[in-house]
């Protein structure tokens, strides 16, 4: 329920960060793709393919809880050696889909309105002259690094005067629980 309840907000959150209505004219359309594949967005495809295969396991559970379902040891064994099977049949599902014409075009219209929405034909120009440049090359490859070495830092601050918060916030929930 809970993944479910996740994949379902963060969809809707995707959906409500879009422009509405974002028109593109031929320039901006062009621009848009060739930044497209300079940032090699095709990628992005396979990836949510990847992530969506994450909720493999908790819809299984989610489902055993929506019916009420309590696995006697037998079939939670049974349950454990058919798991890869399941995970590679949902798998199988997510790239089918992801990989499909029809969402691979649905993608790029998706990446020439948003694209287009935030920039003019020439800024969407200059933009991918940049990344086509060796500081821009190097900004794509570094990137990632970078950015979870700031969350990482960032979560180790949080971890020291956040994490204690949160735990104090659990033990009072927790024992107004155990009152019961």
């Not at 393919?49 to 019916?67: D, I, V």
């Not at 029809?102 to 920039?119: C, G, L, Y």
């Not at 990482?152 to 019961?180: D, F, H, R, V, W």
């Amino acid at each position: 329920m809970f993944a479910s309840r996740a994949l379902k907000a963060g969809v809707a959150a995707l959906l409500l960060s879009l422009p509405l209505l974002a028109h593109a004219d031929a320039a901006q359309e062009t621009a848009a793709k060739e930044l497209a594949a300079t940032l090699n967005l095709d990628n992005m495809l396979p990836d949510l393919a990847q992530r969506t295969t994450a909720s493999a396991l908790p819809l299984l559970q989610e489902y055993f809880l929506k019916n009420k379902i309590k696995l006697s040891d037998a079939q939670q064994k049974k349950a454990q050696a058919g798991l890869k099977g399941y995970g590679d049949g949902i798998h199988k599902l997510a790239t089918d889909y992801f990989g499909s014409a029809a969402v691979k075009t649905q993608f790029e219209q998706t990446v020439v309105k948003n694209f287009s929405a935030q920039f003019s034909a020439d800024e969407l120009k200059q933009i991918n002259a940049f990344y086509k440049s060796a500081p821009g090359q190097k900004m794509l490859k570094l990137q990632p690094q970078i950015v979870n070495g700031i969350a990482g830092e960032t979560l180790k601050t949080a971890e020291k005067s956040l994490l204690p918060k949160m735990q104090s916030a659990a033990e009072t929930y927790g024992k107004t629980i155990a009152k019961k």
